[in-house]
């Protein structure tokens, strides 16, 4: 089977971080080129083994996003008027085919926005032990997976390498960046979820949650950067069989997640081998919601 892109090797630029799933390069003084490889981490560790297709999947998903969202908000990607070939050689050129992309360099923000539109996860557990998620109250007898009655915005605080995001208030957010700020990046992460999930409906995909990530230009304007609703930063359930009261199948690396919970490992790196079935399985289940959501 195919071993897909686990690492990229871009000689021709300074390569600045390898985060789990992306690596990135600088370009000049203003923009970077991100690299989505096709590594997968669960459990906060990097598995060592690639899911081929992964992050093809990652970033037509994203650039698809970011073109129907930027008549709302302008986004980091470069555009076409910076060519890659002026800059690579071509087997690098090669490597980041699909997957690679040029975006502006921008202050981004250290808040990661979450909505949720559905009790699961964390929020379940929250939920279960306040009768709120992340401070905001709800109603009292909702289920494990049932709908809330409004999207709820629940931000995270982005921690320094090694360590856990945090969840946060909404007034931890307007300390960090301003209430003018943060109002916006709560303001837009809901108008982005609704309108994401009202599409995805259509498509037989139920958005349970997602995050988006921020940045300001120079000019302190706010501009949608990283990955946009995708596999690996939103949940996405077949809307087919859903029904609240259980955890609904998703199309993501919950397949991963299970297998490992199978096994005697303390969720610490080195992450063990995954055998073909599982990278099978996981590489099937980001197509599928690829060829559902965009065809």
Request: charged share 25%.
């Amino acid at each position: 089977m195919q071993q897909g892109l686990f690492e990229s090797h871009i000689e021709s630029l300074p390569l600045i971080h390898r985060g789990k799933v992306r690596d990135l390069y600088a370009m000049g003084q203003d923009h970077l080129l991100i690299v989505t490889t096709d590594r997968l981490s669960a459990f906060d560790v990097v598995m060592p083994r690639a899911i081929p297709g992964k992050g093809l999947v990652l970033s037509e998903l994203t650039a698809f996003w970011m073109q129907r969202f930027e008549s709302r908000i302008p986004n980091h990607f470069a555009g076409a008027d910076l060519d890659l070939a002026r800059y690579l050689r071509p087997d690098e050129l090669a490597q980041c085919a699909g997957r690679g992309v040029a975006v502006r360099k921008l202050r981004a923000l250290p808040v990661e926005a979450v909505a949720r539109g559905y009790l699961i996860g964390s929020g379940w557990k929250d939920y279960q032990a306040t009768g709120a998620v992340c401070g905001v109250a709800l109603p009292t007898g909702l289920p494990l997976a049932g709908k809330l009655p409004e999207p709820i915005f629940t931000p995270a605080f982005k921690a320094p390498k090694g360590e856990h995001d945090a969840n946060i208030s909404f007034a931890e957010v307007e300390r960090l960046v301003g209430p003018q700020v943060a109002a916006q990046v709560r303001d837009i992460t809901l108008s982005l979820y609704r309108e994401a999930s009202d599409y995805a409906a259509t498509r037989g995909i139920i958005i349970a949650d997602t995050k988006f990530e921020f940045g300001l230009d120079e000019h302190g304007r706010l501009h949608l950067i990283d990955e946009v609703l995708t596999p690996d930063s939103s949940r996405f359930w077949p809307a087919a069989g859903y029904r609240p009261g259980i955890s609904p199948p998703s199309f993501d690396k919950q397949y991963v997640r299970d297998y490992l919970e199978t096994l005697d490992w303390n969720k610490t790196a080195p992450g063990p081998q995954l055998p073909d079935d599982v990278v099978e399985k996981t590489s099937e289940k980001y197509r599928e919601a690829q060829r559902l959501l965009i065809g």
